[in-house]
């Protein structure tokens, strides 16, 4: 592969993800960076086709990029655009400060990639385990019915409804809720487990057996806490795009949950990964570019975007880069905790 195939690759991938039309020699000659005939332009086009790089959707048609074209470029030719310093400042306001609680950031991250890109965002969100509980309610709604609503330091609200065998008295939920805050106040989420629930079932059961259940629950939203949230905005974007399938899209939706397993792989920078080089990933003609996020130097979650192949990287990639960036700074607390990093230093490697 000479420089000259390289340049000729380039300017395919530029003029498809353009126009989203099969691209010709005609089209590429007229380029101001490609100083070479088009007889030599078709020769060079055909031998990336051969390669595997392109490939001729239609008989006498122009050429398109395959998946495997779309890596070379990425990995090898493409140089990210800089973000301008005022389109910095237009993220930070839609991101918002330091006093913005953690979950929201994240949540305005994505919805800032899905506005910019027009394509859906993607966020798995470890921040609640980095947390402690601050406060646990229970919450008389009914006849023998209480809600417990469970709120950590990040802002992450969790309640769950548990029916009694019988209708606590005053004394009764004053008691067990003196209980949970001496033991749970302030305890990290991520030190929560099956044991310390254990204890405490047993210690209020010696006090009430009926009371054991108001514990199960606060052990099942911890658990929730615990697990890795991934959510999906702006699927209508994936929907309405021409270039995927539906029902891929449908069903992908549907079991959004494999992607988990694709994002808790350790990796730094950003990562560009196409549909059809993993089964948690199952949308034909789809990629997905994503960055880690930090907490105090600690892997938090992923945020990225989910488009069709031909989307603009060179445009995209900056702006999750600097999302990510941005949002492991005012997560943390001081600088010296986030790892630098510009878009030159991404992993686009499957």
Do not use: W
Not at 47 to 55: D, F, H, I, K, V
Not at 251 to 263: A, G, P, Q, V, Y
Not at 313 to 341: A, F, N, R
Request: aromatic share 6%; charged share 25%; net charge negative.
């Amino acid at each position: 592969m000479d420089g000259r195939k390289l340049k000729i690759l380039a300017a395919v991938v530029d003029e498809y993800v353009r126009t989203g039309e099969p691209v010709g020699s005609k089209a590429i000659s007229k380029l101001e960076n490609i100083n070479v005939s088009s007889a030599t332009i078709r020769n060079d086009m055909a031998a990336l086709e051969q390669m595997g790089y392109l490939e001729q959707p239609h008989t006498s048609a122009g050429r398109i990029p395959t998946f495997a074209g779309y890596r070379l470029y990425i990995d090898e030719i493409m140089t990210p655009s800089d973000l301008p310093d005022e389109e910095k400042s237009r993220l930070d306001e839609m991101l918002g400060g330091k006093d913005t609680p953690e979950e929201l950031l994240v949540q305005n991250a994505a919805a800032a990639l899905t506005e910019i890109t027009q394509c859906a965002a993607v966020v798995t969100n470890a921040v609640p385990r980095f947390s402690v509980i601050s406060k646990v309610e229970v919450i008389p709604t009914g006849k023998r019915l209480y809600v417990i609503l469970l709120i950590t330091s990040s802002g992450s609200i969790k309640n769950k409804a548990c029916r009694l065998e019988f209708d606590l008295s005053h004394e009764q939920l004053e008691f067990f809720t003196k209980y949970v805050e001496e033991n749970l106040s302030g305890v990290s989420v991520d030190e929560l487990s099956d044991e310390m629930f254990d204890k405490m079932v047993a210690a209020v059961s010696a006090y009430m057996v009926s009371l054991s259940p108001l514990v199960r629950g606060i052990c099942e939203l911890s658990e929730d806490l615990r697990q890795q949230e991934l959510t999906i905005s702006g699927g209508e974007k994936l929907l309405s795009c021409e270039d995927l399938d539906k029902m891929e899209v449908v069903r992908f939706i549907e079991h959004k949950d494999e992607l988990s397993e694709l994002l808790e792989g350790t990796f730094s920078g950003i990562q560009v990964k196409f549909g059809s080089e993993s089964d948690s990933f199952a949308i034909g003609n789809s990629s997905l570019i994503v960055s880690k996020y930090r907490k105090d130097g600690k892997e938090a979650g992923s945020l990225g975007v989910i488009g069709p192949m031909r989307v603009d990287y060179k445009k995209i990639i900056p702006y999750v880069d600097y999302l990510t960036q941005k949002i492991s700074y005012l997560m943390s607390e001081s600088e010296g905790d986030i790892i630098s990093g510009t878009v030159d230093d991404y992993d686009s490697k499957p």
